[in-house]
T-cell receptor, first 113, second 120 residues
């Protein structure tokens, strides 16, 4: 069974602080996505990383895919209360002509004003 | 705008009844859609892959006779929870994938807003 472990599970920080969320697996993924989910809603895609070592930036968010495509990180600079939410990584594997997605365990972030 | 819709948004039913949840792809035809379940404060768990015109592929531990999936058209997949029990209460989310232009060869997936099922 493929597993994606996220750390930390919970994070409560003050506005303006920086943070990093990690997503680790022993499996290799063809791509990895990061999502943010608000309570009672479906996840919203933030970014997809495909190439080992790839770094993508989305305003104050920086995403990195590990060289071996087994792990990823999300770094938030100067966190704001609007960043509060559940952050999920999801790894994509290609089997029998279909992509399948395995979700990480999730990181619940709360940014205090 | 939304590319995947779900109906209903929430449903409350009595134990023993069956509930059907619809998932529609609004902008692209989807030969493949996915069904997930999410318990409170937990991550998403893939239940099954819905394939248009053929049988769904279920993940290990998911009862195919309890969670019936039908993908009769390229824009609609349905999940029917048969003989629902309180332990089936959960947030059910569908998604569809398409070739994301921004991600090269990788597929990206887009999620519906979810359906909250409460079984009394």
């Amino acid at each position: 069974t493929q597993l994606l472990e996220q750390s930390p599970q919970f994070l409560s920080i003050q506005e303006g602080e920086n943070l990093t969320v990690y997503c680790n697996s022993s499996s290799v993924f063809s791509s990895l996505q990061w999502y943010r989910q608000e309570p009672g809603e479906g996840p919203v895609l933030l970014v997809t990383v495909v190439t080992g070592g790839e770094v993508k930036k989305l305003k104050r968010l920086t995403f990195q895919f590990g060289d071996a495509r087994k792990d990823s990180s999300l770094h938030i600079t100067a966190a704001q209360p609007g960043d509060t939410g559940l952050y999920l990584c999801a790894g994509a594997t290609f089997t029998s002509g279909t992509y399948k997605y395995i979700f990480g365990t999730g990181t619940r972030l709360k940014v205090l004003a | 705008g939304a590319v995947v819709s779900q109906h209903p948004s929430w449903v409350i039913c009595k134990s023993g009844t069956s509930v059907k949840i619809e998932c529609r792809s609004l902008d692209f035809q989807a030969t493949t859609m996915f069904w997930y379940r999410q318990f409170p404060k937990q991550s998403l768990m893939l239940m099954a892959t819905s394939n248009e015109g053929s049988k769904a592929t279920y993940e290990q531990g998911v009862e195919k006779d309890k969670f019936l999936i039908n993908h009769a058209s390229l824009t609609l997949s349905t999940l029917t929870v048969t003989s629902a029990h309180p332990e089936d209460s959960s947030f059910y989310i569908c998604s569809r994938a398409y070739q994301g232009a921004s991600s090269g060869s990788a597929d990206e997936q887009f999620f519906g807003p979810g359906t909250r099922l409460t079984v009394l």
